[in-house]
């Protein structure tokens, strides 16, 4: 049974209890990260902290913790649950005032930190790198405001069973003809020597992944473009990708039926991986 974290106390998960009152199981009034562990360490932990505190601030939540705290409890974590290669969960939400009101509870109502462990072995590993990925385009139907991290993921949830339903294993949203991302990642593709991916907007995650392996692939002398791309434009692309936390970066080999370039994961994707893994295995806490 795994350890868990609610509100300063380490539980056995079964022991863990949230109120019904809460605005996270209310209203979905509250944020969220991800920090993957490769071997018993944490990568990218800097950015995804920077990036859960821009998240509280855009909706004028308070931070319950500082990121030393909040490194800590991710470590003991991976201690006391033997993860060697997984992900750490987070969610912060507005807590429980003690009834249901769509106006903002006082700014001293204390609020929920959740944090729990999913142990991935052999995440880095995945089959799917070499066999690439297939996904399907669906419209972006979800609020304005996709930077910030909100537990609002029904839309998504919804898209991965459309593509499921499909026989493929993801989808890519688009919104006035041009791809905003996938269902729980940012999308790009690749035409010779240059990688276009969407620009950092409101309408997109600004992901912490994607944040990394641009900056990589900027040292690796690639160009790369940041504006949006049409499904047709994927479709006629050399290679196609991924990138997540969970995921880091994985090729897509097929666009709504139409293979991409070979129709297989390409060298450009494949590069990436390699250079994310062994660089942030460096830096990893």
């Known amino acids: 049974m ?6 300063g106390d380490y ?6 209890k949230v109120s019904i009152f809460d605005r996270g199981f209310l209203m979905a009034d509250g944020v969220y990260e991800v920090t993957s562990v490769l071997g018993g360490k944490l990568i990218d932990f800097d950015g995804h902290a920077v990036r859960l505190q821009r998240s509280l601030d855009a909706l004028d939540m308070t931070h319950p913790s500082d990121k030393d705290t909040l490194l800590e409890v991710h470590r003991e974590l991976v201690a006391r649950n033997g993860i060697t290669d997984g992900m750490i969960y987070l969610q912060i939400t507005r807590g429980a005032p003690g009834d249901r009101d769509f106006a903002y509870p006082p700014k001293d109502t204390p609020p929920t930190i959740v ?5 991935k072995p052999g995440m880095a590993d995945s089959p799917m790198a070499k066999t690439g990925m297939k996904v399907i385009s669906i419209p972006d139907m979800r609020w304005g405001r996709r930077d910030i991290k909100t537990v609002q993921l029904l839309y998504p949830s919804m898209g991965k069973m459309m593509a499921k339903a499909a026989g493929v294993d993801d989808a890519w949203m688009v919104e006035e003809d041009t791809v905003t991302e996938g269902t729980s990642n940012n999308a790009y593709i690749v035409k010779g020597n240059t990688i276009v991916t969407r620009q950092r907007d409101h309408d997109i995650l600004h992901g912490i992944t994607r944040a990394a392996v641009l900056r990589f692939a900027a040292e690796a002398q690639m160009k790369i473009e940041e504006r949006p791309f049409t499904i047709a434009e994927a479709q006629e692309a ?9 995921t880091f970066v994985m090729p897509v080999v097929e666009i709504d039926g139409v293979a991409v370039g070979a129709g297989k994961p390409g060298p450009v994707a494949a590069r990436l991986r390699e250079i994310y ?3 942030s295995r460096k830096v990893a806490v």
């Open 2 to 7: 795994r350890t868990v974290y609610l509100n």
């Open 11 to 16: 539980l056995p998960e079964d022991q863990a």
């Open 115 to 119: 944090l729990f462990t999913q142990d």
């Open 238 to 246: 050399d290679e196609a990708f991924i990138t997540s936390a969970s």
């Open 277 to 279: 893994l062994e660089e």
